[in-house]
């Protein structure tokens, strides 16, 4: 999947135009050199003669050679560059991670203490019996607990910054987990717009 988005990437985009100018200038050096200059080396590592000074034997053609003084004094800067975008970016990640890791264990321990408190101090209406007592509970606990899930996902989907197909089929299907409130579903699916 990332493969095959990498043609639509942001950062591509923007240093296309870089790209295609070092492409440019190393492919004309290469071939400057090659059928101007000293020749080339086949694929069987002959060296070869310029077709040009075949062709006129007395010319002397310059080669193109780029000094490697300034690649050698940039690199230790560049690789400092990227040693520090690398790190800033890992940092980025792990704060992510570990902000994500938070909301799962916020959302586990609002149903950890809903299932614990459940039924501590609830006043029964009279006449009612025990079986029908822990039937409301056990609704309550299951409404609660698909709106967490509701929840997490809802900000799951808001940060890629798109719909899931799957998420809207299973917040908008009667079996699922908010099937018995399609108005809620749907008050969700408009919310991340």
């Known amino acids: 999947r990332n493969l095959s988005t990498t043609p639509k990437s942001y950062l591509l985009r923007n240093l296309l135009d870089e790209v295609g100018v070092l492409v440019g200038v190393c492919l004309?050096?290469?071939l400057?050199?090659?059928f101007a200059g000293e020749g080339f080396d086949d694929f069987h590592g002959v060296r070869r003669p310029s077709p040009l000074a075949d062709t006129f034997p007395g010319l002397m053609v310059p080669c193109a050679k780029i000094p490697a003084v300034p690649f050698t004094l940039s690199s230790s800067a560049l690789g400092l560059l990227?040693?520090?975008?690398?790190n800033a970016s890992y940092a980025r990640w792990t704060e992510g991670k570990r902000t994500w890791t938070?909301?799962?264990?916020?959302?586990?321990d609002i149903l950890l203490v809903a299932g614990a408190e459940?039924?501590?101090g609830e006043?029964?209406?009279s006449g009612e019996d025990e079986k029908e007592k822990r039937r409301r509970r056990t609704e309550a606990l299951?409404?609660?607990?698909?709106?967490?899930w509701a929840f997490a996902r809802s900000l799951q989907n808001r940060l890629w910054g798109s719909l899931d197909a799957a998420f809207e089929s299973d917040l908008l299907d009667p079996a699922g987990p908010l099937g018995s409130r399609p108005s809620a579903a749907?008050?969700?699916l408009r919310a991340r717009t």
């Open 28 to 30: 004309f050096i290469i």
């Open 32 to 34: 400057w050199n090659g």
């Open 82 to 86: 990227i040693v520090f975008r690398n």
């Open 102 to 108: 938070r909301i799962g264990s916020k959302c586990r």
């Open 118 to 120: 459940k039924g501590r």
């Open 123 to 125: 006043q029964t209406p």
């Open 142 to 148: 299951d409404r609660l607990g698909s709106s967490v």
């Open 186 to 188: 749907r008050s969700l």
